[in-house]
Every structure is written in C-alpha cells, then in structure tokens.
C-alpha cells in the first residue's frame, strides 16, 4: 500500500456557485474573466420543460472554474454579490 497522499485533479473543474438564472450566470462568468479566471456555466435546464429544473433544483445552473482557481473565483463571487451600489453623483 502506498503511503502517497491522493491529491485532487488542479485541472478538474469544480462548482462554486448555483446560480438563480441565466442573467447572473453570464454575469458572473464575465467578472471573473475579468480577473483572470476561466469559467464555466453549467445549466440544470432540461429543453422543452421550461424551468421545471430550477423549481426542483432552487437555481438555474452551476458556475465552475478549475480546482486551482477555486478559492480566488469563490473570493471574487461573493464579493461582487456583497458590493453595495455606488450612488451616481453626475
């Protein structure tokens, strides 16, 4: 028996936020492109059935990113999701 530690795939993608539709996926995916970060929208919608995966499911569809981009895409989502609106003072 090998006493190697097992170590996760860093190329394997993993989810990070279930998003509640497909605007805030698009979105998101765009604000850590914008850092840098490669992300990946995976619907839960089933064609023909009009959002019944969303009801079933609680959201629309999983963002991903990869295992070694994990904490900093993590990072960057829930502070965009935490940011207050700057007032437009023009």
Do not use: C
């Amino acid at each position: 028996m090998s006493s190697q530690t097992q170590h996760p795939d860093e190329d394997e993608s993993v989810v990070i936020f279930h998003a509640p539709d497909e605007i805030t996926a698009n979105l998101l995916v765009d604000v850590l492109a914008a850092e840098g970060i490669t992300a990946m929208i995976s619907s839960q919608q089933i064609p023909w059935y009009d959002g019944i995966m969303q009801v079933a499911k609680g959201y629309w569809g999983d963002i991903r990113v990869l295992r070694s981009q994990e904490d900093q895409a993590r990072k960057i989502v829930q502070d965009f999701l935490s940011a207050e609106p700057e007032d437009d003072k023009s």
